[in-house]
């Protein structure tokens, strides 16, 4: 049995007279021990989801599971079983480190005594050790992020939902926070889902990802399987020799899905998968006589997965990041210029 | 049970947070403090103009600042209720199993815990100005007080959980409080009124408390003007109880 399990969970918000369907039949299917990530564009339904799972917010129609506990009929069961870090904490700048740490513990009904042992083996598993009598105001973004994350695993639940865990950390914090989101898995066997902004950090911690957009989910696989299919990877070989007839070379090669020279006079070849595509490349071209003299290969991200199912990147990205990766369309338009 | 434990868990924690900054608690009583000082000596004097012993002014002029302290202190809880669901606090604390009940009252008890030690400061300050009052007088009204800022306490938190904003919080209680509060007679008795204003004044449920109250610092304790005080009150209080855990439940899937 899964520990997730959605179907068909919709929800309508009414403002007025008009009726907004924010979620619009989801399916989800999480197994045990998994990382899962969910990803969407803004207002894609995200967070309405997320919030269903959690119990905050109660599915216009559908049924779910929560680590064998029905939503609807056993919400007070199902928060037992799961923690919830929100996107915004939800500490107070006046309360203490561990006050807050033993208010939640016994909130779940841990004794007295335990429940100190509890906040004391959180405190040195988050790297907040010695933080406990601190207000938690006075707290570093990540140190109060680790207490955030802290406060949801004091009952050692079954399920970790995280709101975008790492938005706003600066990036040493944002590896540590990795770090801590997979020693769960690893020594407690915790099943973590999370919504996060980062591409790069789905791909980094996520084991399957979720794609939900206008509502729906539109694709679920792991990271790997969805670069494959809905990205390529772009390889940029610059050749001694003759570039055009390299090109016309490479375009016939399995494997390939475009050749095209660029203006610079080397040759754009897009992959479906460099992994065995790139051996292929280099082979052929030496079997025709056509040096290599430089490679540069640009990995599919999950970015490009993401214009590819929704039309839309994640999120504005004022770098540009993902824009610097050659597309084939854009070698395609150099040579006509 | 369960519920008594959630309670009391949601109370200690917010009293903590509140005696960690016990400024505020001197800040909430400096207002009704300056009344006493500042006002108080006036309204006596003008109160002995018309006749009035000052004893009997100080006995009708300090319950009044109470009601006051009691309208304004509880009334605007609502404010860090917004506050904490602005900062994700009552979300985190929705996800674990504890009761919706126990998140109103634990941290309304708290705001009238710290409202009857006001209210008391407040006496205390005002015995040395000259007030004399009969103590089971003054112990009853305290009672009342305490019912009257658990009714209001509720109410704002509900109305602050409907709401969300502070801006459209802080002007729907003035609003509402200040008719309330000039009609209650808490500045000048409504005595002194004329006829019309007096019946109006009857209609609003804080006119009988503030009656009741200076009644009973009069020393008057077992009459019906404060027997219906604290029917009122408590009526008030009731209702507000039940207003507010019915906002706080509806409010969870």
Redesign the interface.
């Known amino acids: 049995m899964s520990i997730i399990e959605a179907n068909e969970l919709t929800r309508t918000f009414r403002s007025g007279r008009q009726s907004v369907e924010a979620v619009r039949g989801v399916n989800l299917r999480v197994e045990a021990g998994e990382i899962v990530g969910f990803l969407g564009p803004n207002g894609a339904g995200k967070t309405t989801t997320l919030r ?1 799972l ?5 599915p216009t129609s559908g049924t779910a599971r929560i680590a064998g506990a029905d939503l609807a009929t056993a ?2 069961e199902v ?2 079983r ?3 870090v ?10 203490l480190v561990e ?1 807050e740490l033993f ?2 513990a ?4 841990i004794p007295v005594a335990p429940a100190r042992r509890r906040v004391a083996d959180l405190l040195e598993r988050l790297d907040l050790g010695g933080l406990g009598k601190r ?1 938690v105001g006075s707290l570093s973004g990540g140190q109060r992020r680790r207490l955030d994350i802290a ?1 949801g695993l004091v009952h050692d639940p079954q399920v970790v939902f995280l709101d975008e865990p790492t938005a706003g950390l600066d990036p040493h914090s944002r590896n540590n926070l990795w770090e801590h989101t997979r020693r769960l898995r690893e020594d407690l066997g915790t099943t973590v889902f999370l919504t996060t902004h980062y591409l790069d950090e789905a791909d980094a911690l996520c084991d399957r990802i979720s794609v939900i957009d206008h509502g729906r989910i539109v694709a679920e696989d792991t990271p790997a399987n969805l670069k494959r299919q809905l990205a390529s990877d772009v390889l940029t070989v610059e050749v001694v020799g003759d570039p055009a007839a390299g090109q016309r070379l490479l375009a016939e090669l399995p494997g390939v899905r475009h050749a095209a020279v660029t203006s610079t006079g080397g040759i754009q070849v897009t992959l479906a998968d460099a992994e065995q595509g790139i051996t292929d490349v280099i082979t052929a071209l030496s079997g025709a006589g056509i040096g290599v003299r430089a490679l540069q290969l640009a990995r599919a991200s999950l970015d490009d997965v993401f214009l590819s199912l929704t039309g839309r990147e994640l999120r504005d990205d004022p770098q540009g990041r993902h824009s610097s990766i050659p597309t084939t369309e854009g070698a395609d338009h150099v040579p006509a210029r | 049970m ?1 519920l008594l ?2 309670i009391m ?1 949601v109370f200690q ?1 917010h009293l ?2 509140s005696l ?2 016990p400024l505020w608690i001197v800040i909430g009583l400096s207002q009704p403090v300056a009344f006493l000082v500042l006002y108080g000596p006036l309204m006596t004097s003008t109160l002995s103009i018309t006749g009035v012993a000052p004893e009997r002014a100080w006995q009708t002029y300090v319950p009044g600042v109470l009601v006051q302290l009691c309208l304004f202190g509880s009334a605007f809880v609502g404010f860090g209720v917004i506050a ?1 669901w ?13 009761s919706r009940v126990a998140l109103l009252l634990g941290r309304v008890l708290r705001d009238v815990a710290l409202l009857v030690v006001q209210a008391v400061m407040l006496v205390l300050v005002a015995l040395p100005l000259g007030l004399r009052a009969s103590v089971p007088g003054v112990l009853v009204a305290l009672g009342v007080v305490t019912l009257l800022s658990l009714g209001l306490a509720c109410l704002s938190c509900a109305l602050a959980l409907t709401v969300k904003s502070e801006d459209t919080l802080g002007p729907t209680l003035n609003t509402g409080l200040m008719p309330l509060l000039l009609l209650s007679g808490v500045l000048l008795p409504m005595s002194f009124a004329p006829r019309w204003l007096d019946l109006v004044s009857r209609l609003t449920p804080f006119r009988y408390i503030v009656d009741g109250m200076r009644s009973a610092f009069q020393g008057e304790v077992f009459t019906v003007t404060v027997l219906s005080t604290v029917l009122v009150a408590l009526s008030i209080s009731v209702l507000s109880v039940l207003l507010g855990v019915r906002t706080y439940l509806r409010q ?2």
């Open positions: 269903m959690t119990t905050l917010l109660r919400p007070r928060r037992r799961i923690g919830y929100a996107q915004y904490g939800g500490t107070d700048p006046n309360a006050e208010l939640q016994r909130l779940y009904r207000r406060l | 369960s434990v959630d868990l924690r903590r947070i960690r900054n904490e602005r900062g994700g606090v009552i979300e985190r604390l929705r996800v674990t199993p504890v969870s899937a």
